[in-house]
């Protein structure tokens, strides 16, 4: 008795849809949309809206109501959702004729949004069961990994009195939905407007690089290098907006790279990544040493940063004056350093350095003396210039103190002649 | 007009460069090696004995020794002779002197080191002889001791001995230095390597003052003069320093050696720089100088030759022989 009330129940909202269809032309609209919202675009007059696929219902019922009915309440769901998306400044892209994409999940609706060509997509999802009717309407991001913006479901009896329920709630998923796309496009700093209609393409000599969404905390992952690029996931930006990828791999320093959106499909060439300097190696000469060469290493505790050096000089210092000889000196120094303030990449780096050193010199001439001179280095303030790629310019200023050793040519003070402190240039190659 | 204000930079422009090429060449550690001919390490040929100030080198007949004045630690002094060329201490051992060391040849051509005579050849002790009181100055021709008293009488006067070869008998003479006013302090008086004499004086009140140093063709010329020392003597050169460019030092222990190139003086500037300069007996003033960057914390001499100058290193006790720098 009471399945049968049910069943004239469902006939009669079956003829009752249509004819509040009528009195709501658009609930039905569907092919017959306007030309400005078929392919995305606004009209020129108007603001640019993103572009919103709008699916297929996927609609599932049982024996308890018929096929036509069940396709009836997919409908009047789909004209909701349609018309409450525009109200919110969605342009509509419909779906294209034929079998709703299955399985209905959200790798499959983002790639679907993403091949359209728009922004988001919108599934009203319903099913009847046992005469009672069970719906959602879902409001996806495009792109791969698309995620749920806005969503809203119900259940109540399959009847005429689900219809208003259906359009409230649709409305309150259209306006959260709304809300997203403007809280996204704000931050994109953009108008609204269709988004790019190409997946960008990061060309990159680094084998294994993870490129990402440079955002900070909410860093994402867009993918891994491979043969040279890496075709990003569909990012649904306005044109102009730009963009900032974070592409980085262990043992080198992040780069990012950043790019303004064009129209048409773009292709982002990425600098060859640096690697972190772990190890360095530097030839370098200074006054009073010029007729001799410094051969310097360091080794890296933290790459980039904290070091433990070793240099040594060999040289004759010469005066060139009447009754000089040349006198060779050999020097020593080892001691740890470390770079300041500014971040490695940086076009100019400077850092300090202490340590001791040991000088050795002996007369030329005839006269074969040796002298052993110990050092004190208590700060060394050095600069890098990068000239190119791992090769940077060397300049540095050492203040030493001998100890004025018995067996040594240096009394005790402060060492470097007129001006106390011992000065070099030369090239530094970091790897 | 202009042409003269772009040659007057020139001077500051070529100033400039021979800074910035000095510095660029100045090897940082230690110049003075450079000038090194040789080299000794007196700190543990003596052991504890300490090296004084005074050092001086003397020819008799073919010898040729460097007389070094030491102290050990009782504060009794000595003299040793050295080698000049392979700095290796000879077989001798005098005494020192209790005021200003001095090592001269006599005129019968022995050395006399602070009071005493010593054999050319054997170095042994001959004889004792006033000489430790002063600066001697012997002329082998005339036969005459000049002895200079390191204390003088008086400041405006020279007084001075002249002793036989035998140093019997003697004549004082008398001599101002100079017709002008200041108050003049002998500092050396020395027989120069081509037979010259110098005498160097010093006038260091109000802690300025200036160095002059007379030469004479020889002894027998000074002796012959009667005018000022300093200045009325026409056969005779004179250096001056302006030593308000820095210290020089007292009377006594003044840093200055007459050679035959010219007047040697330690001089510093106000930044504490000390460099030795050469004067020139020409008159015209400083001909050309060596930095030394520093204090040294040593004892220098110069041998009146111009050849070679010699510098001890009194913490390291390392003497070592130095080409000049001219």
Redesign the interface.
């Known amino acids: 008795m009471r399945a049968r009330a049910r069943r004239s129940l469902l006939r009669l909202s079956l003829i009752a849809i249509p004819v509040l269809a009528l009195a709501r032309p658009s609930l039905l609209l569907g092919e017959g949309e306007t030309a400005s919202t078929q392919d995305g675009q606004a009209s020129s007059s108007e603001p640019k809206a993103p572009a919103l696929l709008l699916l297929q219902a996927d609609i599932a019922s049982d024996d308890s109501i018929t096929k036509a009915e069940a396709l009836a309440f997919g409908e009047a769901l789909r004209g909701d959702m349609r018309r409450a998306l525009a109200d919110e400044g969605f342009a509509i892209v419909d779906e294209k004729e034929g079998a709703p994409i299955q399985p209905m999940v959200p790798v499959e609706i983002g790639r679907a949004a993403m091949e359209a060509g728009a922004a988001w997509a919108a599934l009203p999802r319903l099913s009847i069961e046992a005469s009672r009717i069970s719906y959602s309407a879902e409001v996806y991001e495009a792109g791969e990994d698309a995620s749920l913006a806005a969503a809203a479901s119900f259940s109540t009896y399959a009847g005429v009195r689900a219809l208003p329920l259906m359009e409230e709630s649709v409305r309150g998923a259209a306006a959260r939905a709304a809300a997203c796309r403007d809280a996204l496009l704000a931050s994109a700093g953009t108008a609204l407007g269709r988004p790019i209609q190409y997946r960008i393409t990061l060309v990159s000599g680094d084998e294994g690089a993870t490129a990402s969404i440079d955002d900070g905390e909410k860093a994402r992952k867009l993918g891994t290098i491979e043969n040279g690029r890496l075709v990003l996931p569909y990012l649904a930006l306005q044109p102009g907006t730009r963009i900032c990828i974070l592409l980085s791999q262990t043992g080198k320093r992040s780069e990012t790279i950043a790019a303004v959106l064009g129209e048409k499909a773009q292709t982002i060439e990425a600098p060859p990544l640096q690697r972190m300097v772990g190890q360095a190696l530097s030839l370098d000469t200074g ?4 007729l001799g060469l410094g051969l310097g290493y360091r080794i890296f505790m933290r790459p980039d940063w904290l070091f433990l050096f070793a240099d040594g000089r060999a040289y004759e ?11 060779f ?1 050999g020097e020593l120094w080892e001691g740890a350093g470390a770079y300041l303030v500014l971040p490695p990449g940086s076009l100019i780096r400077v850092g300090i350095c202490a340590g001791t050193g040991f ?1 050795i ?1 002996t ?1 030329t001439g005839g ?1 074969k ?1 040796w ?1 052993t ?1 110990m050092a004190l280095s208590p700060l060394e303030l050095f600069a890098e210039c990068r000239v190119t790629g791992p090769i940077s310019a060397r300049l540095s200023v050492r203040s030493a103190y001998s100890l ?1 050793l ?1 067996s ?6 402060w ?5 106390p402190l ?1 000065f070099s240039a030369g090239l530094a190659w970091g790897f | 007009m202009r042409k003269a204000k772009v040659f007057a930079l020139v001077p500051l422009f070529a100033s400039l460069c021979l800074s910035a090429c000095s510095y660029l060449l100045d090897d940082p550690y230690g110049g003075f090696l450079q000038k090194a001919a040789a080299y000794a390490d007196l700190g543990s040929a003596l052991g504890s004995s300490q090296f004084l100030d005074g050092m001086m080198s003397a020819e008799a007949q073919t010898s040729t020794y460097l007389f070094a004045e030491f102290a050990d630690p009782s504060g009794a002094r000595m003299v040793k002779a050295l080698d000049p060329m392979s700095l290796e201490l000879a077989a001798f051992s005098g005494q020192g002197s209790p005021l200003t060391f001095c090592a001269a040849t006599a005129a019968n051509a022995e050395f006399v080191v602070a009071s005493h005579a010593y054999g050319p050849s054997t170095l042994n002790l001959d004889t004792a002889c006033p000489a430790g009181l002063g600066w001697l100055a012997a002329d082998s021709t005339t036969g005459n001791n000049c002895l200079f008293p390191f204390v003088a009488a008086s400041s405006q006067r020279l007084s001075f001995y002249v002793y036989d070869s035998s140093w019997k008998n003697r004549t004082t003479i008398q001599r101002v230095f100079s017709s002008s006013t200041e108050n003049w302090q002998l500092a050396r008086a020395l027989i120069l390597v081509d037979g010259s004499f110098a005498v160097l004086a010093f006038d260091g009140r109000g802690g300025t003052g200036s160095l002059r140093a007379a030469r004479y063709p020889n002894l027998a010329a000074f002796l012959a003069s009667t005018g000022p020392i300093l200045d009325s003597a026409s056969s005779s050169a004179v250096a001056s320093v302006d030593t308000q460019q820095g210290s020089i030092g007292s009377a006594m222990g003044v840093p200055a050696w007459p050679t035959v190139d010219g007047l040697i003086a330690l001089v510093s500037d106000a930044n504490g720089v000390f460099r030795l300069a050469r004067y020139g007996y020409d008159g015209l003033g400083e001909k050309d100088e060596y930095v030394l960057s520093s204090r040294p914390d040593a004892a220098l001499y110069f041998e009146s030759s111009g050849t070679y100058w010699y510098l001890y290193e009194r913490s390291a006790g390392r003497l070592f022989r130095l080409r000049t720098w001219w």
């Open positions: 006054p009073g040493r010029l210092g010469s005066d060139f004056g009447i009754g000089s000889l040349p006198v000196h000088i010199s007369l006269t003396i002298f001179d004025g018995g040594g040519a240096i009394e005790r003070g060492m470097g002649g007129l001006v011992l």
